[in-house]
């Protein structure tokens, strides 16, 4: 789809606007739409069939196009994200009345979120369903407002968070036979390719030699081995030493392995991988914005497979730093290949601070529901600048606390640490715990995205599918390092 921004509106099938509740048409929105629509608005809403409560919306026709309103409901009492929802609201409006083109009229300040809104909701995942791929498709959108220096550069943004936001979500949704670990590798070369990142891919014999043992017994059940993935980009870069090494859990599947997960929890999880692809949409994104730093993506990636060469509860692994952990559980393999990717890029990069973004726990969504992705983080200034950001780009996060108690619960009983511990309840802050001993004094932060980066109930801006939760405020942490 293509975006673009104007100061009138072009010819289109359809023109959306969306006003507040009582709202009226302000003299320039009258002028864009021209008298007709005007006329017309105005005699509905004399005739009290629009009003702009929430939810409401009126279409109206002339010859050539459809001009639609939409009600944002009161304005003091707006929902968290509604401009976004807003705008997938109207991708889903034009998608409905079949246009090709379509216009928004944006009036307010929130040309940003009403467009990542338009982006997201306009997404559609087509691979298996032939009808689908068939369905008209909104082939361009034009935001009419000023066309000044700050909404073109804005345009920037937006045109990278489509394309990286539309791979990560279709990565995440991609069955994982057609993207195993091996296909991670493929899916990166293609995202190296024409950009300004290096590769590096380090295969299962590799990681062997290296000793990085959580990643080589999680991923020793399947047939395809484990992969750990690097992209590294520089730009300008100030010191040798990365700004940000971003880690992602690659799980491209997880059956949970012999503590095999039951009906009603295996199903969704080709979604493991999220925390990779998000890693992989980021190095995009930075790449093509061309943003100032040295940061990497390290993607670690393995499949909890179910086989007679799957790791057994009570084995233990050697780890990348040399810590033992015996495996209590093997569905908890997400921290595993974490730790390896954590030690890894510490040791390597030494970086001023170490993002990892995972989907590392249901017990995130019991907490913090289907919306808002766990933050901990060893220090709090790391955790604060998380949470800031994510603020700063309309994704919400809150941070669960990582006490030294927890970490005191990771202790091993014949081993140094071990992958679950009893007793504690608080299971995202325990695998946060976990993760926590593979940090030595990097500045670091874990992002739990176990309820956000699928969603099993539409809303404006996601079908039944991935979200691309998160990857704005890696892409923001980037811009702002
Ligand atoms: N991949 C799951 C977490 C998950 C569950 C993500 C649902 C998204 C939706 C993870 O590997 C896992 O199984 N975690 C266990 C940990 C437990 C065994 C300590 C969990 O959260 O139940
Ligand atoms: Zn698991
Ligand atoms: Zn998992």
């Known amino acids: 789809m293509k975006l673009s921004i104007a100061n009138k509106v072009p010819a289109v099938d359809v023109i959306l606007i969306a006003l507040y509740e009582k709202e009226k048409l302000s003299a320039d929105a009258r002028k864009l739409i021209?008298?007709?629509?005007?006329?017309?608005?105005?005699?509905?809403?004399?005739?009290?069939d629009f009003d702009g409560s929430e939810g409401q919306t009126l279409i109206l026709f002339d010859k050539k196009q459809k001009f639609t309103m939409i009600g944002r409901g009161k304005k003091d009492k707006q929902m968290p994200n509604a401009s976004e929802m807003l705008g997938g609201t109207m991708a889903g409006l034009a998608k409905k009345l079949r246009a090709k083109k379509a216009a928004l009229i944006l009036d307010g300040k929130d040309l940003l979120q009403i467009a990542n809104g338009f982006i997201l909701g306009d997404y559609e995942f087509k691979h298996y369903k032939k009808e689908d791929a068939k369905a008209p498709k909104i082939v361009e959108v034009t935001f009419v407002t000023d066309k000044n220096k700050e909404n073109l550069e804005i345009l920037k943004t937006l045109n990278s968070f489509q394309e990286s936001s539309a791979l990560v979500r279709t990565l995440?949704?991609?069955?994982?036979?057609?993207?195993?670990?091996?296909?991670?590798?493929?899916?990166?070369?293609?995202?190296?390719?024409?950009?300004?990142?290096t590769l590096t891919v380090f295969d299962e014999k590799k990681l062997k030699t290296m000793?990085?043992?959580g990643l080589i017994g999680v991923g020793q059940g399947?047939?395809?081995?484990?992969?750990?993935?690097?992209?590294?980009?520089?730009?300008?870069?100030?010191?040798?030493?990365?700004?940000?090494?971003?880690?992602?859990?690659?799980?491209t599947f997880d059956t949970g392995g012999l503590n095999l997960k039951p009906s009603g929890h295996i199903e969704t999880m080709k979604q493991d991988m999220a925390g990779a692809a998000t890693v992989l949409g980021a190095m995009q994104a930075i790449a093509d914005q061309k943003l100032k730093g040295h940061f990497v993506g390290i993607l670690v990636c393995a499949e909890n497979a179910l086989s007679d060469k799957s790791v057994h509860p009570g084995d233990i692994l050697q780890m990348y730093n040399g810590k033992t952990v015996e495996v209590l559980n093997t569905d908890a393999e997400g921290r595993l290949i974490l730790a390896d990717g954590l030690a890894y890029a510490e040791k390597q990069f030494k970086p001023k601070m170490m993002v990892n973004i995972a989907t590392l726990t249901?017990?995130?969504?019991?907490?913090?529901?289907?919306?808002i992705s766990g933050v901990m983080g060893n220090n709090k200034k790391t955790t604060a600048k998380?949470?800031?950001?994510?603020?700063?780009?309309?994704?919400?996060?809150?941070?669960?606390?990582?006490?030294?108690?927890?970490?005191?619960?990771?202790?091993?009983?014949i081993s140094d640490l071990k992958n679950i511990s009893d007793g504690m309840r608080a299971?995202?802050?325990?695998?946060?715990?976990?993760l926590s001993n593979f940090v030595e004094k990097t500045p670091w932060a874990h992002i739990d995205i176990g309820g956000t980066a699928w969603a099993d109930k539409p809303t404006p801006t996601t079908k039944y599918g991935s979200t691309s939760a998160g990857l704005r405020t890696l892409i923001e942490l980037a811009k702002t390092a």
């Open 211 to 213: 000793g990085c043992g």
């Open 222 to 251: 399947a047939k395809v081995g484990p992969r750990m993935i690097i992209l590294e980009y520089k730009n300008k870069a100030k010191s040798k030493n990365a700004d940000i090494v971003f880690v992602g859990k690659g799980v």
């Open 427 to 434: 299971g995202s802050t325990m695998g946060g715990a976990f």
């Open 34 to 48: 021209g008298t007709n629509f005007a006329k017309q608005a105005d005699e509905r809403i004399k005739a009290k």
């Open 362 to 371: 249901g017990a995130v969504s019991v907490a913090l529901g289907y919306k």
């Open 386 to 413: 998380i949470l800031k950001t994510a603020e700063s780009v309309d994704e919400r996060m809150w941070e669960l606390p990582l006490d030294a108690d927890f970490v005191k619960a990771t202790e091993g009983n």
């Open 172 to 197: 995440i949704n991609i069955i994982p036979s057609e993207l195993d670990p091996k296909g991670f590798v493929t899916e990166s070369e293609k995202v190296v390719k024409n950009r300004a990142l």
